[in-house]
């Protein structure tokens, strides 16, 4: 069991609070002109999805919570279950799908991701910032028409709608950012 001190918290930490899995979005020190000073913090309770706030004493400690991280390949989707299996020990495990969100959209088949496991429980996927992926529909492009910052909607082939530049026709690979499903760039395959 890790203990770490309020000065020590850092955005992305994840740590135990009320015995719930818990991970800070931000975190701010605040001292009043009068009193102890406090570190405010914000945090999303990992197993609800919950985004809260907590205040802290200068001080004041809470346990760290123990992650495994290990890499796993994603086999396929079944209803609300998605299935991972252990590269190094060929051992099966399921996932439900509410757990990762949005994310699974972006996952694919056979691709080896970085799983969080908490309490022998897995509790995050991290996929790719960027990910490559072909426009499965869009109004026809133009030729030279890339001189103007006009967007017109396209489709990708993992059924999101994006934004894209006018000279993106169906058929063609984007670059795609996953945080905030922004087209990036076109790819040249």
């Known amino acids: 069991m890790t203990i770490v001190q ?11 609070i009320d015995n719930n899995l818990c991970e800070i ?11 102890q000073a406090v570190m405010r913090v914000k945090y999303k309770n990992l197993s609800t999805s919950q985004v ?3 205040t802290f004493k200068t001080g004041e400690t809470v346990e760290k919570a123990d992650i ?5 390949q994603f086999l396929y989707s079944q209803e609300d279950q998605l299935v991972f299996m ?10 439900e799908k509410k757990l990762i969100e949005e994310k699974v959209n972006w996952m694919t088949e056979g691709e080896e991701y970085e799983i969080s496991i908490w309490n022998e429980k897995i509790v995050s996927v991290e996929i790719k910032n960027f990910v490559e992926i072909e426009i499965s529909a ?19 082939i993992n059924g999101i709608e994006i934004k894209v530049p ?5 058929g063609d690979i984007v670059k795609v950012d996953t945080r905030n499903c922004e087209y990036q760039n076109r790819v040249n395959k």
């Open 25 to 35: 979005i931000d975190h701010q020190f605040h001292k009043p002109g009068k009193g």
């Open 52 to 54: 809260l706030d907590k």
């Open 166 to 170: 006018l000279f993106i026709e169906q």
């Open 138 to 156: 869009t109004e026809p492009g133009f030729k030279g028409d890339t001189s103007t910052n006009t967007l017109k909607d396209a489709v990708l």
């Open 68 to 72: 495994e991280i290990s890499k796993m």
């Open 86 to 95: 252990n590269s190094e020990t060929f051992e099966q495990t399921n996932v």
């Open 6 to 16: 309020t000065n020590e918290f850092r955005t992305g930490m994840k740590i135990i």
